[in-house]
């Protein structure tokens, strides 16, 4: 098999899907640590590997591969992971693509969208953007509230109610953790509300423990140290 | 075989991608015409079929189905088509599904976020929004390069230099085709410089003749009035 090198940085969510699916599946992999703030992805070097100027991206052997979906499935149909990662059936594989394409134009519109006019645009010195800040807010919560009533339905474990996580239920929870950079009241607010959604990411976290969390660690690291200043 | 219907409005370009993808590959369906200006999308009945109120939507026996790019998935993997629509090779597949997934974020709110700002919103009574239209053109301009560059190398006749057309093609080109509404002057300014586009807006045309053009009918008819009344 082809090495496979992950370049990721571990702030961004859909780098942390893919890290820790390889972590939980003993998938082996190098992780070249790219720090977007510091403009690592803007090198040519980097852009002869993903020539979007994105993370993530994969090379496998002289293979490479950007946008999180087409890798996590690609990597789940070359290496050798439990099927309920990527399922078979036809119609449950057809049902998490649909929930895969739902996801770039609402939940991640909704969440990346708000952190990036609320947190990000103002460290880079932008004017504040109240009504684009109100538009990703409802599209958030318009978001869960899809998630709760379509996909996850009575008690359900996972997305379509299985009873193991897919890499959909990854991809969406490492999206939704973005938000613990925002304040205490603010992830209140948007996600209190919404209970199984709360369930949800704790069973995803805990059934892919200990990676989820030490993926994680960078950005429990940026908030403790965040609330610390505002403290 | 479970039968097929297709919900979809002629009007929308992913509806047009499915309906031109099981015309061509002998898929037997029936269609159901949704217009979506009054709202057939709205009603309880639709909602049964895609509780996202949108278009299109599938249902195969008793299975249902939305998000064009699932759609398509699915149904080239349920029927038996010809292997280019969705080659089998992982590296292929995952390169297909990166342009795909590509696509929601970059040429679709591009095309169709300039025509909903300039066409759209106008004629509900909404208030000209020049920043936002001139926001969706360097999208749309930055999607027509990156196509060119990156996936219509050399000279390709289909995206990342095969010789016959894929799921991808078809969804891209479909959105493309979109623009036609837009006046001519606006068009040339935004297409004019990308040959190689428009020589592969023709192939997909060419290579899915004559259910490409008859799909397209309404859309050209539409053009055609508009043309008219302008005169």
Chains 1, 2 share one sequence.
Not at 162 to 177: F, G, H, K, T, Y
Request: aromatic share 10%.
């Amino acid at each position: 098999m082809a090495s496979l090198t992950i370049f990721a940085d571990r702030k961004s969510q859909p780098s942390r899907a893919i890290l820790i699916f390889c972590k939980v599946n003993g998938i082996e992999f190098e992780e070249v640590k790219m720090d977007l703030f510091k403009g690592d992805h803007l090198t040519a070097e980097y852009e002869a590997i993903n020539p979007m100027k994105k993370v993530p991206a994969i090379a496998h052997g002289d293979f490479t591969l950007f946008e999180s979906h087409a890798i996590l499935i690609y990597l789940a149909c070359c290496y050798n992971v439990s099927e309920h990662w990527y399922p078979t059936d036809l119609r449950t594989r057809a049902k998490l693509h649909a929930i895969m394409d739902w996801h770039h134009t609402n939940l991640r519109q909704g969440a990346a969208g708000y952190i990036n006019t609320t947190v990000v645009a103002p460290k880079l010195g932008k004017p504040p953007n109240p009504e684009g800040a109100a538009e990703c807010e409802r599209k958030l919560i318009a978001s869960f509230s899809t998630i709760e009533t379509m996909w996850l339905k009575n008690d359900a474990s996972f997305l379509l109610a299985r009873d193991q996580p897919s890499i959909a239920d990854l991809s969406l929870v490492c999206e939704i953790m973005q938000l613990e950079i925002l304040s205490m009241e603010e992830r209140n607010r948007m996600i209190r509300p919404y209970k199984k959604i709360q369930k949800w990411v704790e069973r995803v976290k805990n059934a892919t423990n200990p990676y989820f969390d030490e993926i994680h660690q960078l950005l429990y690291e940026i908030v403790a140290s965040s609330k610390q200043q505002e403290a």
